[in-house]
């Protein structure tokens, strides 16, 4: 949620010509929001970190649903967790390998079985 006030007045320098209103509509909205646009880079340790330090000041537990912050309560996965989510997808790809390799020999027993001269 933002708030934004919009001043029109001559001492604006932001405000191409203060004669024209702008106190709603899509022109007013863009200019009081014009630099709401900027980014900032972290890695994932730093947004981790700035995730941890804004759950302990808003003294979030894991059953708040805190509006405006959907990545507030987003913990980072456990070592553990980790180890078991590679190991899952190991294991699946194994599977996958080895019903690859299956399909391989089957089709080849079958051109075997068909080709007399074999």
């Given amino acids: 949620h933002i708030i934004g006030t919009m001043d029109n007045s001559v001492a604006n320098r932001n405000v191409p010509d203060p004669r024209n209103w702008q106190g709603s ?23 981790q970190e700035a995730m941890a330090e804004r759950r302990e000041m808003h003294q979030l537990t894991k059953n708040d649903a805190p509006i405006g912050c959907p990545l507030c309560l987003v913990l980072p996965k456990s070592d553990r967790e980790l180890a078991e989510q590679a190991v899952a997808e190991a294991e699946e790809e194994l599977e996958r390998a080895r019903a690859a390799l299956e399909a391989a020999e089957h089709g080849s027993v079958a051109r075997k079985e068909s080709d007399p001269k074999r």
């Fill in 25 to 47: 509509g899509n022109r007013s909205v863009a200019n009081m929001f014009i630099d709401l646009g900027h980014g900032v880079e972290l890695t994932d340790e730093q947004f």
